[in-house]
Structure formats: C-alpha cells, structure tokens
C-alpha cells in the first residue's frame, strides 16, 4: 500500500498510531490475570509441546525439528512469559533469567530472523522454554498479535521459524457527523484516532483536514475489522468511504492493481493523491524560503537559496514526497548528509543536513511515497536542525511550496474494467449503508 502521509500531521499520526499500538497491546496482555506477563511457570510436558503451541489459526512457513530429537521426552520443560519493559533489552532479560550471555550471541547469530531481536520494544513479548536446568530449549517472540517467531535449540545453536497468525477480517460500516472535531466526533461514532487519521490521509489532497472541516460534514466508511479467536484485535483496512466536506462528496475505493499494489482511487479510477507532498516533514515553521537572492547565513554573501528550509526539531522522519528511485545518499561538506530521489524521468528531489539515513535507503533503491528516507539533523552547513529540500522540474529548481504538483497516476485503461468489477460493489455497499442511515435520520 502506498503510505500516503497527511503533510500537516503525520507526526502526530506517528505519534498516534505509535501510541494506539503500544496501548493496544498492552490492553491486550493485561486483560488477562496480572502476573500471567510478569514471571510465571508453568510445568510442561515435552509430549503437550508441539511445534506450533500457539493457539489461533496459525500455520508454520518453514518445517520445525520435533522437540524429540531435542531432548528426552520424559523431561519437562518450564515456561516463563516476560513482557519487555521500558529500558529493558534482551541482555537483561536473558540475565534475570539466568541465562548466559554466549546464549544472546547464539539467539542472534541464528538464522533468518536472529536479528530481529535487536528489535525489541516495550510490550513486545516473550516465552522462554527453559529445562529445569535452567537450558533455554526455545524462545518464542511476538512483536505483535499476528507475529510470532520461534527460536529452537539445535545443538549449541538456534534456528528460527516465523508463525504467522492469520486474523478473520469481517466488514462493518461507521457513520459520523461533525459537530466541531473529527476527532471527537469519530471517538463518539466508535473510532480511535489513528482509524480517524488514516481516513483523512486518503481525502488529505482534496479536503484541508485543519481549515476546511464544518459542523455538518460527514463520513461513511466500509472497513475491515480484524479477529484472532474471536477477539477483536484492531481495524484492517478502510475498503470504501465517502467524505462530506461544506456540501461536498468525495469518495473513494481501495483497489489493488495487478502488480499488487494497493491505492485509493475515485469513483472513475482516478488516483485519489497527488505525485508528491507538499511537504517531506513535518515542520514548526519554514526557518528560510525558496529566494534566489538569499544572503546566506553562514558566509554573508548573497547565494541563491534552491530549496526551502523547514525548521524542525533533530530526528524529526523525513519523507519521500513522491515515489522514485534513490540516485544518491551519501555525505558531502556543505549538504551533511543528504538523499536525491529521482521521480520518473522529469523530476527530482533533494533532502540535506539528515542527522541520519532511513533504514535501507541507498543508492538505487526503490522508495514511496511517504517513507522514511532519513530524519532531520544539522550536518553540512546548517546554523540548526532543519531540512533543506530541494524540487527540480526538468533540471531546474521550483519552489517546492507553489510548483503545480503532478497527479498521481489513474488506473490504467486496460486495468479499468478490472477495477470496475472490482470497485462498483463496495461503492454500492456504502451507497446502500448511506440510505439505510439517512432512512434512520429521518424517522
Ligand atoms: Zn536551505
């Protein structure tokens, strides 16, 4: 799916869905008794420890050693279920287990996913399967309700397995009317605020969520709500949804094309986004404007200013504006830092001073729009943190605040009929929803 952000507030999405994340998986683990996540045993016979001991329709991607070839079938096993704590790292949970620091070492040396432990956040959880000598038999690590990976002794070694829980995804319907805040007026119809968010980020180019919103607007939405046993665990993705913004309709699919890519589009195929954001980062305030006659700060000589200075604080994530290829991230004197992203063959942009890279950002790597490509610094000629961004047109500098900004590609003509099929029945299903309801209003 292309990320697309909400220029004024992806920080506060960030923040938000950060934060809806964290709080959510907490809910979930202590929902339960108290100290089922703190330190609890829990007496096991090899023999009731199959590989996949996960309840939920889970399935295993890759073949699992049997717990026999491990050891004798008649030992028994303990099980203890920790929950990373802020501040907490493997090495010190390893430790208060009891375990020895060469088995840290093995854990991330193993194969394919060892690494995936320098991961760990607070909420992410653990199930070590220790013998009563205190040998780890197996780490199972979930860093979130759908994932888990498992890692098993062999030998002096560990071998990891991803299971992946497949959740049952049903659809429902919201409605909501705005009195002041949409925020407030989807909390009240039932919606947390990174749901409310990710709806705006798909009317973001049409409707200004910050100036534009009247009492009166309104929003459908026909969306998935996912299920693991029975248990709702979150929202899946907004499938339909129409926005009355001043009078106003706006409504737009999800369409997923033939190559698999997801993407928002209007009723007639056309790509609800614009080729870029206005802006890559969120910002406190533009520190220096697009002025080819800027004295420039540091050396007090006139130097035209290409680009547009946003000031905003170091580590801010700064975002491919548009989708593209990555033609240069490296580090000069006077940039720091800094990344180029070619855009198809007419267009180009520059992003300088990164305190650092976006993970995996390197030259001729494909990035999105909306992806973090690196986060703001003050390296280069910079007097503070902010990001220099930069916009050409065919090899010259535009503004990027005032350059006219491309459409995001339609469906494709031979895509459409596909995306008709495919499009005019949640279309429908929201049509049919938005009657039922106004039916309702007006009894
Ligand atoms: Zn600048």
Not at 21 to 35: G, N, R, Y
Not at 101 to 111: G, M, T
Request: glycine share 8%; proline share 5%; hydrophobic share 35%.
């Amino acid at each position: 799916m292309k990320p697309n952000q909400f220029p004024r507030a992806h920080l506060l999405l960030t923040g938000l869905l950060t934060l809806g994340l964290c709080s959510f998986v907490i809910a979930k683990f202590t929902d339960d008794a108290d100290d089922r996540f703190t330190t609890e045993s829990v007496l096991l016979d090899l023999a009731t420890l199959p590989a996949a001991d996960v309840s939920g329709s889970e399935t295993l991607s890759t073949p699992s050693p049997t717990n026999e070839s491990i050891l004798p079938r008649s030992q028994v096993l303990v099980e203890r279920h920790i929950q990373v704590k802020p501040g907490d790292n493997l090495a010190n949970i390893l430790k208060r287990q009891g375990i020895p620091a060469q088995e840290l070492q093995r854990l991330l040396a193993s194969k394919p996913f060892g690494s995936r432990l320098n991961g760990i956040f607070p909420g992410h959880n653990f199930v070590f399967s220790l013998t009563d000598d205190n040998t780890l038999i197996k780490l199972a690590y979930s860093p979130g309700p759908l994932e888990l990976l498992e890692f098993k002794r062999v030998g002096t070694s560990f071998v990891g397995y991803e299971v992946t829980k497949e959740p049952e995804r049903t659809t429902a319907y919201k409605h909501a009317t705005i009195d002041h805040s949409l925020f407030v007026s989807s909390q009240r119809a039932g919606l947390d605020d990174a749901f409310t968010m990710r709806l705006a980020q798909i009317f973001q180019w049409d409707i200004d969520f910050v100036l534009e919103i009247r009492s009166g607007d309104e929003f459908y939405i026909l969306f998935e709500e996912l299920y693991l046993d029975d248990e709702f665990i979150g929202y899946g993705k907004i499938l339909a949804a129409e926005f009355v913004n001043q009078g106003d309709s706006y409504r737009a699919v999800l369409y997923t094309d033939a190559q698999g890519e997801d993407d928002y589009y209007d009723p007639n195929g056309d790509s609800m986004r614009k080729a870029f954001l206005r802006a890559p980062v969120e910002f406190s305030r533009i520190s220096s404007n697009f002025n080819l006659r800027r004295v420039h700060p540091l050396w007090k000589r006139t130097m035209p200013h290409r680009g547009i200075d946003y000031s905003a604080p170091s580590g801010t994530p700064i975002l491919a504006s548009g989708d593209g290829k990555v033609v240069r991230a490296s580090r000069t004197k006077a940039n720091g830092n800094y990344v180029v992203l070619q855009h198809g063959e007419q267009f180009v942009t520059k992003y300088l001073h990164l305190s650092k890279f976006g993970r995996g950002v390197r030259k001729g790597k494909k990035v999105k729009q909306g992806q973090i490509i690196g986060y703001v610094g003050a390296t280069g000629w910079a007097t503070g943190s902010h990001l220099h961004y930069e916009f050409l047109v065919n090899g010259v500098h535009q503004n990027p605040r005032t350059v006219k900004l491309p459409e995001a590609l339609p469906i494709p003509k031979r895509e459409l009929e596909r995306f008709n099929k495919l499009s005019r029945p949640l279309f429908t299903l929201l049509s049919n929803y938005k009657q039922q309801i106004q039916l309702a209003l007006v009894r």
